[in-house]
């Protein structure tokens, strides 16, 4: 379950309209919240804190040069253990 949720968070990052993303984020969460899963319930909640600055990133998405989506932001995330 916590394998396919990671997946499914993964998936956000291809929505380009704000309301779609968020339609798409509140269920992930719902999703995360109702696993049972401590981690992934720790993790969600952590999340629904970055509900503001994800959804920007998808109205104004940010490149590093090479044309990708702010790396460096998916890479802070995977730095602090919240990525599992």
Not at 56 to 66: M, R, S, W
Request: net charge negative; with cysteine.
């Amino acid at each position: 379950m916590a394998y396919i949720l990671k997946e499914e968070l993964h998936d956000l990052w291809n929505y380009h309209a704000r309301k779609e993303a968020l339609v798409y984020w509140m269920n992930w969460i719902y999703k995360a919240w109702s696993s049972g899963i401590k981690m992934v319930m720790k993790c969600a909640n952590t999340i629904a804190g970055y509900r503001v600055g994800i959804l920007n990133d998808i109205d104004h998405p940010t490149t590093i040069g090479n044309g990708c989506r702010n790396e460096s932001y998916h890479q802070d995330f995977e730095a602090s253990g919240l990525w599992f």
